[in-house]
């Protein structure tokens, strides 16, 4: 079946540095891949989405990367803020607009 | 404008009871979805509305869950004679037809069933 994993364990990073979320999937090819960042007791909020003929994408301090070789993304925060702690939810989706989400991984940023 | 908004924001209810959980899209919205999110988990997907073309339930985990769109606007969430592992945020999010792919989400519903 279709499984999207990311780290379970919650990242803890000092302020400034650059964070980096993973996520992996399996028996899946998305035709992209979108991060959302949740805070507790919050609906998900929609960051960035990546195409599967797409190597990298920025936005201001964020950068996604797909390769769908590794069936992989990675999410990076460059210059990290107390700000940015927050749950990073990863989904891909296909023709169908159907997302499948990954569990989520924590990220605290210690100022 | 105003976001993707959902009621009741909280829920308690008593195992065996019905429970009605309304969405309301962001006006021009065509598309809405339903998900489930178990405490410390992802997104579970339930059922997709797109336009006037018959809803995807192929999330629906039983028969007592059901949803219903009127035309491109609110839709509720029904669950019959619930269980406790109902329990769980009930999130609902819409997509406008230029970017089907972007979902906007509401703030969810809390279910507790006792």
């Known amino acids: 079946s279709q499984k999207i994993e990311q780290n379970s364990e919650a990242l803890n990073i000092q302020e400034g540095k650059t964070a980096t979320l993973t996520c992996n999937y399996t028996n899946y090819s998305p035709a992209y891949l979108q991060w959302y960042r949740q805070d507790p007791g919050r609906g998900p909020v929609f960051l960035l989405l990546i195409r599967e003929n797409e190597k990298e994408k920025r936005k201001e301090r964020l950068k996604v990367t797909f390769d769908t070789t590794l069936k992989q993304s990675l999410f990076h925060i460059t210059a990290s803020q107390p700000a940015d702690s927050a749950t990073y939810l990863c989904a891909v989706g296909g023709a169908t607009n159907k997302l499948i989400f990954g569990t989520g991984t924590l990220l605290a940023v210690q100022p | 404008g105003a976001g993707v908004s959902q009621s009741p924001s909280n829920k308690v209810t008593e195992k065996g009871k019905d429970v009605e959980l309304r969405c309301d899209p962001i006006?021009?919205?065509?598309?809405l979805y339903w998900y489930r999110q178990r405490l410390g988990q992802g997104l579970e997907f339930l059922i997709y509305f797109q336009g006037n073309s018959a809803p995807d339930k192929s999330g629906l985990p039983s028969d007592r869950f059901s949803a219903e769109r009127t035309g491109e606007s609110v839709s509720t969430l029904t669950i019959q004679r619930t269980q406790q592992e109902d329990s769980a945020v009930y999130l609902c999010?819409?997509?406008?037809?230029?970017?089907?792919?972007?979902?906007?989400f509401g703030p969810g519903t809390r279910l507790l069933v006792l």
């Open positions: 006006s021009g919205h065509t598309a």
């Open positions: 999010a819409s997509s406008p037809r230029v970017s089907l792919e972007t979902q906007y």
